[in-house]
């Protein structure tokens, strides 16, 4: 097999050329698309495990998550600039996880409980190599990479950054209540946690980064040929133009 090819997507090479163009804002032979189909039979037979007894098992034990994505990209055709990946994600912002936050498991999503107290403003946010949730999100990955023998992409997971994280940490309303009363707060935390974004990022960039040094990115489903990751602030609907 082509050095960078994956099995389950024959083409994949030809798209990872495509998408670096759009990158740059240039066309090759026609735009970018990203088409899904389901097979009429899978391109590889996967016997389901038994399900997982409880929400921590479906979310966090590799051997389920890794099992159920599997059946479901080889019942999937990928066309276009579509691709098979593993989606590393411990729910739509797990930053907060590895900063303190505990999880509160939900079917199709995870919330993040509120861990910074009145009277724990001072105390700096610091990348904890022991927390036990990057732990889990570090084997997720590292058996998703182990797992996927070039038949298919590991993404990075949906980390999520600035404001979105800090409510996480925080608490929305809180958060809402600082940004008036103590904004020198908000700008520190946020300072903090923008520099621990990439530094969790990059710890996982170095497991999952293919030949090319690009790698692909849970939310939207994109590819890039270096660091790529989206950008977002939900939190911001909350916040008058003027603030």
Not at 183 to 204: A, C, M, R, T, W
Request: glycine share 6%.
């Amino acid at each position: 097999m082509e050095k960078g090819a994956i099995r389950w997507k024959g083409d994949w090479l030809e798209s990872r050329e495509r998408l670096a163009a759009w990158w740059k804002g240039e066309i090759l032979d026609r735009p970018a698309i990203s088409l899904m189909a389901p097979r009429d039979r899978p391109i590889e037979d996967i016997p389901a495990f038994e399900a997982a007894a409880d929400l921590y098992s479906r979310w966090i034990l590799p051997e389920h998550r890794i099992n159920v994505a599997e059946r479901e990209m080889a019942s999937t055709h990928y066309l276009g600039e579509a691709f098979p990946y593993f989606d590393t994600h411990i729910g739509p912002g797990s930053l907060a996880l590895f900063l303190g936050s505990e999880p509160v498991f939900a079917d199709t999503t995870v919330w993040y409980q509120p861990c910074i107290p009145d009277d724990g403003l001072r105390k700096p946010l610091e990348f904890d190599v022991d927390n036990k949730w990057w732990k889990s999100q570090v084997r997720l990955v590292e058996e998703g990479v182990r797992c996927s023998r070039g038949r298919y992409l590991v993404c990075m997971p949906d980390l999520i950054e600035g404001l979105d994280t800090l409510s996480s940490l925080r608490g929305k309303r809180q958060l809402l209540l600082d940004l008036r009363r103590r904004p020198d707060f908000v700008h520190e935390k946020l300072s903090e946690i923008n520099g621990l974004y990439f530094q969790y990022f990059d710890e996982i960039r170095e497991i999952i980064s293919d030949d090319a040094g690009g790698n692909c990115f849970s939310a939207f489903r994109i590819w890039g040929p270096g660091r790529t990751a989206k950008l977002q602030c939900d939190f911001s609907a909350m916040i008058s133009p003027a603030m």
